[in-house]
């Protein structure tokens, strides 16, 4: 069948599925969290979770934000959640487009369908918009390859049980880039592991991907979808560092993060800015009254703020922090 037949066929159905859902019903799916990511001059990826299991999923493209001129017919877009573990029954969806013009402007809108019906997000202009990475560059500015750039991710301190497959890692270098890079969690030995390839972090300012430094800080996301009472708040972040393994090498070969500073044994450095201040207090203080959730799946507890360790966020790791504040590493 024509490809473009088919793509039409397969919005038609979606149409009749949102129609017939919107007479039988007065609850609507939302999304959240919507995302683009692993941003190359060739690709993109749209990233995102919805608050009931997933069906299917599709992106739309344009080149302009009210979406007035679509491009998505000639693109190739696939959806790399569909079949990752239990991704979409965890209403996490990952959609790659590839075909599209290096250095250039687009805007998508995200079609998903569950059981309730379709939603389209946003659903009114403007779309999402990105901007694709001028060139792929192959060694950085000291002539070192950066094929080796990887962060491998097998420890987890989450809040209430290790990530299982299909959960869908982030990780952003806030002081380079707007786009992160993604990748699924998978099982080696029956333990959960990730591997992010930093290789496509691309740099705002030059429009090109570059080695990523030693020590720089990273935000790592891990999207749990359903798998949270409250899917508005099912992003559980971790802030780190990032090790030189050997002395070497000006980024991670292979190695995980490290974490940030940590006067007296405690690791108060929530924003990885070397010191103790003002940020990191205004951190905590959002995590406040939180609590170990390995029962109830609640996770607005995180425990990097748990600097006690009793299993809250409360008054003690404020007492704690009140104490560090203006240290310095």
Sequence with gaps: MNRSIHITLKRLTWLSMGLCAILTRTLSAEVHDTTIADVTPRAFSVVWVSDVPVIDAYVRVFTDAEGRNEITDILDIKVKSLNVGTAHQSGIVKVDVQGIAPDSAYYVQTETVSNLGLVRHPLEPPNIG???????????????????NLLVRNTWETEFETPIRGALVLVRVPELSRYPVTAFVDEIAGLPTVTVDLNNIVNDTTGTNEVISADVMVEIELFRGLRCDDVAHQRLVQRRRLPDPDGTSPGPAAADTEGCFAPN???????????????DLN???????????????????NLDFDLDEDGNVGAGDLNLLLTLLGTSE
């Design 265 to 279: 044994g405690h690791a108060a450095d929530f924003n990885c800015d070397a010191r103790i201040g003002a940020a």
């Design 283 to 301: 951190l905590l203080l959002s995590q406040l009254n939180s609590a170990d959730a390995t029962e109830t799946s609640d996770c607005h507890y």
């Design 130 to 148: 990105v901007i694709t990475a001028m060139a792929n560059t192959s060694v950085g500015g000291d002539d070192r390859h950066i094929a080796s």
